[in-house]
């Protein structure tokens, strides 16, 4: 049975930073494409981050530059590294696999495997 797991989670002051982690469980093969994604209440699930397995990325137009997405496959584990937090990225933070491999690896791919969540809180 596979399973993600968030940490890393907590609350921060505006200007700080997080490292978000999400440890993959249950199998021996590195997912093709994972994801991280946030939401607020109220508000829709959006896209933050992704990364395939060889690590070409791809970020949300609110975090570019200050987001990192990273994994090392042989720990099966995924990375967020978050820098210069706003306000605006509180969320719950979730982080997602997929195994089939496709041409790309976009926020828009069909994830099947998905976290619990991790929450970040931004103060100003």
């Known amino acids: 049975q596979v399973q993600l797991v968030e940490s890393g989670g907590g609350s921060v002051q505006a200007g700080g930073s997080l490292r978000l982690s999400c440890a993959v469980s249950?199998?021996?093969?590195?997912?093709?494409?994972m994801g991280w994604f946030r939401q607020a209440p109220g508000k829709e699930r959006e896209g933050v981050s992704t990364?395939?397995?060889?690590?070409?990325?791809t970020y949300a137009d609110p975090v570019k530059g200050r987001f990192t997405v990273s994994r090392n496959n042989a720990q099966n584990t995924l990375y967020l590294q978050m820098n210069s937090l706003k306000p605006e990225d509180t969320a719950m933070y979730y982080c997602?696999?997929?195994?089939?491999?496709?041409?790309?690896?976009?926020?828009?791919?069909?994830?099947?495997?998905w976290g619990q969540g991790t929450q970040v809180t931004v103060s100003s």
């Open positions: 997602a696999a997929t195994w089939r491999v496709g041409r790309d690896c976009a926020m828009s791919t069909l994830f099947y495997s």
């Open positions: 249950g199998t021996s093969y590195s997912p093709y494409c």
């Open positions: 990364i395939t397995n060889d690590g070409r990325t």
